[in-house]
Structure formats: structure tokens, C-alpha cells
């Protein structure tokens, strides 16, 4: 099944950002990876990625354009959590959340 483009935006230094980039790895999913330096954060992050201007961030679909340019067509979404239950309901052969609602809920527990 043919995937949308996924940028990731980071922080090596972010264990948040950490946490979404381990699930991707986790599940196999091809992915940008861009970094963002969080003590001098590009001006064109907040208003184009996330606008609490906080990382991780994904921009998902749209055209596939350099990360520093994120298309209006793609959808943003950020917040660690969220995003490794997205990544998680778009390969859920990887099991990476379960479809099990008790397992689930331990599951997004552990995340925590």
C-alpha cells in the first residue's frame, strides 16, 4: 500500500521528538528528517509546522517538497503521543499500538 511523504521535524536533544522517531523507525516507515535547532528555531517553523512551535511535528502528505519549505497541502500534526498513534493506525500490521483496547491502554501507559 503506497504511503504519503512524512517529514519529520526534530530535536536530537528532545525526548519527545526522540520518542516519535524511534516509532517510526520501529514500524519501517521512509520519512524526512529534519532538525530543529531549538535554541534558534527557523522563523518559518511556528506559522508553517506547529505553531506552539514545539517538536516533534509531522507534516503528512502533499507534495513532496524540501522540509524547510512544508507544503499548505500537507496535514501537520504534532504532539509525541499523538503522533506514535498515528504512526501506529498507518502500519497496523506493526503492531506498535495494539488493536486490543486493554493492551491499548497499557500500551499508551508505557509511551507516557
Do not use: H
Not at 506552539?52 to 504532539?79: F, H, Q, R, W
Not at 500490521?93 to 486490543?100: E, K, L, Q, Y
Amino acid at each position: 500500500m503506497a504511503r504519503e511523504q512524512i517529514t519529520l521535524y526534530t530535536a536530537k536533544v528532545c525526548p519527545y521528538a526522540q520518542r516519535t522517531e524511534i516509532a517510526l523507525a520501529e514500524v519501517g516507515a521512509p520519512f524526512k528528517r529534519y532538525e530543529i535547532n531549538l535554541e534558534n528555531k527557523p522563523e518559518w517553523y511556528a506559522p508553517k509546522v506547529n505553531r506552539a512551535s514545539k517538536v516533534p511535528a509531522i507534516a503528512y502528505g502533499g507534495p513532496d517538497v524540501a522540509p524547510e519549505n512544508p507544503s499548505p497541502e500537507s496535514t501537520k500534526l504534532a504532539e509525541s503521543l499523538i503522533l506514535v498513534e498515528f504512526i501506529g493506525d498507518l502500519y497496523p500490521s506493526s503492531n506498535i499500538v495494539p488493536a486490543d483496547p486493554v493492551l491499548r491502554a497499557k500500551a499508551r501507559f508505557f509511551i507516557e
